[in-house]
């Protein structure tokens, strides 16, 4: 008998030892993960160099270091202990690692030691600065004052003004008032760290490289014989800046200062230019149309010596997101949206098949996950980043011959291994126009199909962004799911990875079959015995902000709560006041003042949630940034103040340093106490 009370009471220490070793996801947990930045393979193919970023809550500051860790996996090695904000510029043949910090060039060893400053000049307030593939040329970004915007540079005797004269568009950007300064690319010549002769190769021009507001080094690089320089401008000023998505392909030529255009005639974005390594060919990122930022992305190749070109993915029926040359030139690997996630492809461009032939390309991996980023190549195995909707980035490698992946870093494995993970199911849902569409399920870690669990309608922004395998660190749903809720996540219409087609149509048609799609999925969900009908909410941003403010006046009593992040609330105050106009025109089907144009009528009166205010009756929480320049804070703050003197219970978190997203760690923890906090006062 005393045996047998031992080995229970042995048991149940064991069981409770094992409950308390694991983890809940929590915000606080959320922002100690490490977050994995940019990536770089070593010349002898051996090691991967990346960076880290880790945030200090207390301070509200982060720190970003640089690693090395074996291709084979292993332990890694900390290069750098402390933040310097450094951008790694080269990794030479010998391990050693050249770096821009604090406007100088540094070297230092593999290790991190042996720390070397290379220049004697400091290239001040530079940015995305690369050195040529010969070594004599160095190349980088710099704001330049252009137009005379400020009142203090229009009036020189009145140097403390802080006022803005403006006469035409674009007047601010993103979360940017416009100052008359734009970022221009400099080249220079370059002797092992000694920087002369530096020159701004656009000069006087109100263009800026690299786009904004997300451009980066990808916006400009040097030709293989580092003869001339590629870069990605817009090259339009006011409002034909504002209405336009026309990016082109500059090539400067270095000896003759001359600049030609690569990209005459096509009329879309084009971005991204690559060249092989031979410098026989340079391929790049291209859509058709001009004003539709997110038409067909597609992959064009020009060869350099016959000028021929050919657009690689003109008869497939989905856009690419990024790509990547092979080493020899002869494959192109790109990453894209398929069915709910990001996955790996390749292009092989010794297939003789008709140009743009969907034949020519093979899907190389295949799972539940995004490949995020591809990094680097070295025989017949590529690097990638890759995440899921229960983990962080991380390395992977992949075989090009059957697309297995092995994991090579693990940056958060002691998070991780004692965090109880999410199920995510892939669902598929008929429409009311009877077609299918895929949804993520993600349910709590200890799920309990024989329990009952309130459940969230996730809204995607975008509107045509993809709904993957991402793993984000504001909107992250394994965080939601270990506080106990499902969510659901539907793929709805104008979301890419399900055909070019499926995406189109959500443009002039917001209000319409998207919002139905939503109701499809929260409707199909709960039929499911474990949902409890009585607790459903609805939580989005951006589009998904717009989604929850149209679902608020037309769910039939569907939802017990809302929240909306930086969502468009009036449609037509928003065109008024947003700042990217070829956004809202394609979108909205054009201006608001235009009595013929039906789609853009449509869109200003049955499809603007302000209009259907009178039909709100649910508690709703509004989040607003100050400085979303994008969706401006009049619509956060209409419709917090509607629902108020509807009587409806709401709240208003705003966020006045804060843009379209929330980027300060504070303030991040405050969003997710306060959305969660809603959540268990409401649902």
């Avoid at 010349?43 to 084979?72: C, F, Q, R, W």
């Avoid at 899921?388 to 090009?400: F, G, K, P, R, T």
């Avoid at 499911?528 to 939580?539: A, H, N, Q, T, W």
Wanted: with cysteine; proline share 5%; aromatic share 12%.
């Amino acid at each position: 008998m005393k045996r047998l009370l031992y080995i229970l009471m042995l048991g149940m220490a064991i069981e409770n030892a094992s409950a308390q070793s694991k983890q809940t996801m929590t915000p606080e947990l959320l922002w100690k993960l490490g977050r994995l930045g940019s990536s770089n393979l070593t010349t002898d193919g051996k090691h991967l160099i990346y960076t880290v970023t880790h945030y200090n809550m207390a301070e509200a500051k982060s720190e970003a270091n640089i690693y090395s860790v074996p291709v084979t996996g292993g332990a890694p090695t900390a290069i750098t202990h402390e933040s310097a904000g450094r951008q790694i510029v080269k990794v030479n043949p010998d391990g050693s690692i050249i770096y821009f910090f604090d406007d100088h060039l540094y070297q230092m060893d593999g290790t991190g030691k042996q720390v070397t400053k290379l220049s004697d000049k400091a290239l001040a307030d530079a940015d995305n600065v690369q050195i040529s593939p010969d070594g004599k040329k160095i190349m980088f970004s710099r704001e330049v004052p252009v137009v005379k915007i400020l009142g203090k540079d229009r009036f020189a005797d009145l140097p403390k003004s802080n006022a803005y004269v403006f006469t035409d568009l674009n007047y601010r950007h993103w979360d940017t008032w416009e100052d008359g300064k734009f970022s221009h690319v400099f080249v220079a010549d370059y002797d092992n760290g000694k920087v002369s002769n530096e020159k701004d190769i656009m000069v006087d021009e109100p263009y800026d490289t690299p786009q904004k507001p997300s451009g980066g080094a990808e916006d400009l690089i040097f030709s293989p014989d580092s003869k001339s320089i590629i870069y990605v401008c817009k090259k339009k000023f006011g409002k034909a800046y504002a209405i336009s998505t026309n990016t082109d392909l500059y090539q400067y030529d270095i000896a003759t200062g001359t600049t030609s255009n690569l990209t005459e005639g096509m009329m879309g974005y084009d971005t991204s230019p690559a060249f092989t390594k031979a410098g026989n060919k340079l391929a790049w990122l291209s859509m058709k149309e001009d004003g539709y930022e997110s038409d067909k992305n597609d992959i064009v190749i020009k060869d350099l010596k016959t000028g021929n070109k050919v657009n690689l993915t003109e008869k497939w029926d989905e856009t690419v997101s990024s790509f990547q040359f092979s080493d020899d030139g002869n494959r192109i690997f790109f990453v894209a949206p398929k069915n709910g996630t990001e996955q790996l492809f390749q292009i092989d461009l010794r297939l003789r098949l008709a140009p743009g032939s969907p034949q020519a390309i093979r899907q190389v991996t295949n799972g539940q996950w995004d490949v995020n980023d591809i990094i680097a190549q070295t025989g017949n195995t590529l690097y990638v980043q890759r995440a899921d909707l229960n983990h962080a980035n991380e390395i992977y490698s992949v075989s090009l011959t059957n697309g297995s992946m092995a994991q090579v870093t693990s940056i958060n494995k002691a998070v991780y291994d004692n965090l109880p993970l999410s199920r995510v199911d892939e669902r598929h849902i008929k429409t009311t126009d009877n077609k299918d569409m895929l949804a993520w399920v993600i349910y709590p870690p200890d799920f309990d199909p024989a329990k009952k669990y309130p459940t969230l309608l996730f809204c995607q922004g975008g509107p045509q962004a993809p709904l993957t395998q991402a793993y984000s660190f504001r909107w992250n749903f394994q965080l939601m799911a270990a506080q106990g809720y499902i969510i659901i996540a539907p793929n709805r219409r104008g979301m890419p990875g399900h055909g070019v087609e499926w995406n189109r149509e959500i443009s002039g048609d917001w209000g319409g079959q998207p919002i139905k799609d939503y109701l499809s999925a929260i409707d199909d969900i709960a039929k499911e015995p474990y949902v409890d009908k009585s607790r459903l909410g609805c939580v989005g941003a951006s589009y998904g902000g717009y989604s929850v403010y149209m679902l608020a006046g037309v769910h039939e009593g569907r939802f017990k709560t809302f929240i909306a992040h930086d969502g468009l609330f009036d449609l037509k105050s928003w065109y008024g006041t947003t700042e990217e106009l070829w956004f809202a025109n394609k979108d909205m089907g054009g201006n608001y003042w235009d009595k013929d144009n039906k789609v853009a009528q449509k869109s200003y009166d049955k499809f603007n949630p302000s209009n259907l205010v009178s039909q709100w009756n649910t508690p709703i929480m509004v989040i607003q940034g100050g400085k979303d320049y994008r969706v401006p804070i009049e619509q956060g703050l209409g419709a917090y103040q509607a629902a108020q003197l509807k009587g409806i219970k709401s709240k208003l978190l705003y966020l006045p340093d804060e843009n379209h997203w929330v980027l300060k760690p504070q303030n991040a923890l405050v969003w997710q106490r306060e959305f969660f906090g809603w959540l268990k006062e409401t649902l």
